[in-house]
């Protein structure tokens, strides 16, 4: 069986990443496997445990990145964010096609570590826009919302890091995108 590939999504917080998975997964012929991530973040009203995030405490998060479970971690406003290694590389061994669907500073981190990865960075069409998408949420406090944007310019200027960059004007045209270079990659 052919090992599958590798794939990270990445981009700034609010861009979208969530919504075009969702649509990227509609595609079987894709193969995709989805890695879920560990969070010490508690969950938001529509989360699922090990659907969307795998939750844990601070300690047990420590103590993984101690043992080295982790492909990747990143602390982001507050909270720990990770994958864990072992349930990436059991979903690659099963010949899936695995998304990585995480911020920046981890994405850096994994690129490092696999450069053979198929990199995608996402970008919002404006600042504006991206701002309107986080306030839309309605789930974060303004101190919280000001520091995200202002991560998000930061992220935004790694876009270059990535082997491929495609906007998030339309989730559909964005998924078309995303879907053409993982079928030329494979």
């Known amino acids: 069986m052919k090992k599958g590939l590798l794939i990270i999504l990445s981009g ?9 998975r969702q649509e990227l997964f509609k595609d079987e012929s894709l193969n995709l496997a989805y ?11 529509t989360e699922k445990e090990g659907v969307d995030y795998f939750f844990v405490s601070e300690a047990e998060f420590k103590d993984k990145i101690e043992k080295g479970e982790l492909l990747e971690y990143a602390q982001f406003v507050g909270n720990y964010y990770g994958t864990p290694q072992f349930y990436v590389e059991k979903l690659l061994g099963e010949g899936k096609n695995v998304v990585l669907e995480i911020e920046v500073q981890g994405a850096l981190q994994v690129m490092a570590k696999c450069p053979h990865a198929l990199t995608i960075f996402l970008v919002p069409p404006s600042m504006e826009e991206l701002e309107r998408r986080i306030r839309g949420r309605r789930t974060e406090e303004e101190s919280i919302v000001q520091e995200r944007l202002a991560k998000a310019r930061k992220e ?31």
Do not use: C, F, H, W
């Open 12 to 20: 700034p917080s609010g861009v979208g990443k969530g919504t075009v």
């Open 156 to 186: 935004i200027a790694t876009q270059n890091e990535y082997k491929y960059v495609v906007e998030n004007d339309d989730v559909v045209a964005a998924k078309k995108k995303i879907a053409q270079i993982i079928q030329d990659n494979l």
């Open 35 to 45: 890695s879920i991530s560990m969070t010490t973040r508690k969950p938001r009203p």
